[in-house]
Structures are given as structure tokens and as C-alpha cells.
């Protein structure tokens, strides 16, 4: 007996907006069984002493130490800036008055 119907895999696609025809429904309507047959089969083992996982390695950040630089003369970026005013890059207004 398949866990889920014709119907409600017509639905879900429905719901989607995804136009399947009455072949596609019968394929999916299998391959969805069978992953509910197969998330079944996890549930039935035992996991009382399984410590969570949350990731398959144990992973850490290696982060470089944040010191900080002088950065570039205000004279180097500006120099290559299609317009400056005042020691600023000078761009289009995007907010209309």
C-alpha cells in the first residue's frame, strides 16, 4: 500500500505551480514511497546512545589575528576615481529632491 496518493502529489504540484501529466504523478508518486519507505527504516534504529552530530568532521575557524594596518593615502585611492570633490568620491544622486 503506497503512504501517499496520486491526489496528493497532484496537490503538492499544484501548489508548486508545476504542471506534471498523469505519467509524472505515478512516477513520483513511487519515488516519494520509497523515500518514505526508507526514512521509515531510519526511524526503527536505535539511536539512544548516538551523540548529535552536526557535522561529519570536526570542523573549527581558523581565523587569522585581526591587527589592524594604516590603509592607503587618501591621494592613492582617490587618484584613479572618475570624479572627487573634497577628498571624496563624487557619484550620481540616486535620491530624488
Given at each position: 500500500m503506497s503512504r501517499i496518493s496520486i491526489e496528493q502529489v497532484k496537490h503538492v504540484a499544484n501548489l508548486a505551480r508545476l504542471?506534471?501529466?498523469?505519467?509524472?504523478?505515478?512516477?513520483?508518486?513511487?519515488?516519494?514511497?520509497?523515500?518514505?519507505?526508507?526514512?521509515?527504516?531510519?526511524?526503527?534504529?536505535?539511536?539512544e546512545n548516538v551523540k548529535p552530530t552536526y557535522h561529519v568532521l570536526d570542523m573549527k575557524n581558523v581565523l587569522r589575528e585581526d591587527i589592524p594596518k594604516?590603509?592607503?593615502?587618501?591621494?592613492?585611492?582617490?587618484?584613479?576615481?572618475?570624479?572627487?570633490?573634497?577628498?571624496?568620491?563624487?557619484v550620481p544622486s540616486i535620491l530624488a529632491e
Open positions: 504542471a506534471i501529466t498523469e505519467e509524472e504523478a505515478e512516477t513520483f508518486t513511487k519515488q516519494l514511497d520509497k523515500i518514505i519507505t526508507f526514512a521509515e527504516q531510519l526511524n526503527e534504529l536505535d539511536t594604516p590603509g592607503l593615502p587618501q591621494e592613492v585611492v582617490l587618484k584613479n576615481a572618475p570624479e572627487h570633490k573634497n577628498g571624496q568620491f563624487k
